[in-house]
């Protein structure tokens, strides 16, 4: 599964996308995130207040307690400021 | 309806996409133009710069979807968004929506409609250069509320 982040998340985990194989146990991006914040220093530090990081699945716009079976690309980054 | 969508680091010309939205057509009676600026300031205190990260490939989604949404809550004719990113100036422009319509009430209201959910839900993020370091801008909650008006307006014409 394909991981991207932008923004300070992309700054706090330290490089802006990576490939991994997420457990089977790992069922929603709520627990994605979870699961990433136990992965090291840096993760914890970008997931350290989950409920200001927004996630999209495909490219779209998810919510927290979206599963993401199937899913090929997962970003994660804050609130945006575009427009 | 006539959509043009595009993400750059160039500048644009908004007269030239104005124009191009009416031109020939004699159906166009309303054209609205919205330009978003790079201001000198930000809370307060002057900026060198702003530079804009986007997630290319769902910046110009989201966009798209949010294009298609006007053209189904409005009779549009024609609507253009153009979006620059990368390192952006005081003074510079930084975002282009413009509508066309037969009439003024659609062009105004998809105008303003696509700039609240620009704002809130296409994903770019500004970044703050000044003299003295460089922070990233955070999101307001004044954008989460404009862009929540026209859901909540869409539950009230609904009643």
Same mark, same amino acid.
């Given at each position: 599964?394909?991981?991207?982040?932008?923004?300070?998340?992309? *700054?706090?985990?330290?490089?802006?996308?990576?490939?991994?194989?997420?457990?089977?146990?790992?069922? /929603?991006?709520?627990?994605? &995130?979870?699961? #990433?914040?136990?992965?090291? %220093?840096?993760?914890?530090?970008?997931?350290?207040?989950?409920?200001?990081?927004?996630?999209?699945?495909?490219? /779209?716009?998810?919510?927290?307690? /979206?599963?993401?079976?199937?899913?090929?690309?997962? !970003?994660?980054?804050?609130? &945006?400021?575009?427009? | 309806?006539?959509?043009?969508?595009?993400? =750059?680091?160039?500048?644009?010309?908004?007269?030239?996409?104005?124009?191009? #939205?009416?031109?020939?057509?004699?159906? @166009?009676?309303?054209?609205?133009?919205?330009?978003?600026?790079?201001?000198?300031? %930000?809370?307060?205190?002057?900026?060198?710069?702003?530079?804009? *990260?986007?997630?290319?490939? &769902?910046?110009?989604? *989201?966009?798209?979807?949010?294009?298609?949404?006007?053209? =189904?809550?409005?009779?549009?004719?024609? !609507?253009?968004?153009?979006?620059?990113?990368?390192?952006?100036?005081?003074?510079?422009?930084?975002?282009?929506?413009?509508?066309?319509?037969?009439?003024?009430?659609?062009?105004?209201?998809?105008?303003?409609?696509? &700039?609240?959910?620009?704002?809130?839900?296409?994903?770019?993020?500004?970044?703050?250069?000044?003299?003295?370091?460089?922070?990233? @801008? *955070?999101?307001?909650?004044?954008?989460?509320?404009?862009?929540?008006?026209? /859901?909540?307006?869409?539950?009230?014409?609904?009643?």
């Amino acid at each position: 599964m394909k991981l991207r982040y932008f923004a300070w998340v992309r *700054e706090r985990v330290g490089k802006p996308e990576e490939d991994l194989d997420v457990p089977a146990d790992v069922k /929603t991006i709520a627990e994605l &995130m979870g699961w #990433l914040a136990g992965r090291g %220093e840096e993760y914890a530090y970008a997931f350290d207040n989950p409920k200001v990081i927004r996630a999209a699945v495909d490219r /779209t716009h998810v919510k927290p307690e /979206t599963t993401i079976a199937g899913a090929r690309e997962i !970003a994660f980054f804050p609130p &945006m400021t575009g427009g | 309806m006539i959509t043009t969508i595009r993400l =750059q680091r160039e500048p644009f010309d908004a007269a030239a996409e104005s124009a191009r #939205l009416s031109k020939g057509r004699s159906d @166009v009676g309303a054209v609205v133009t919205f330009t978003g600026i790079c201001r000198g300031d %930000e809370a307060g205190a002057p900026i060198a710069a702003l530079t804009l *990260e986007h997630y290319p490939g &769902m910046a110009e989604a *989201e966009i798209e979807r949010h294009v298609a949404e006007a053209g =189904q809550r409005w009779p549009l004719l024609g !609507a253009t968004v153009i979006h620059r990113y990368g390192r952006i100036g005081p003074g510079e422009d930084i975002v282009l929506v413009v509508t066309a319509s037969s009439h003024r009430q659609a062009a105004f209201a998809a105008a303003e409609f696509l &700039m609240d959910y620009l704002k809130t839900r296409a994903p770019f993020w500004k970044q703050v250069e000044r003299a003295d370091g460089t922070n990233w @801008v *955070e999101a307001k909650g004044s954008d989460d509320a404009a862009a929540d008006r026209w /859901t909540r307006r869409d539950r009230e014409a609904a009643e």
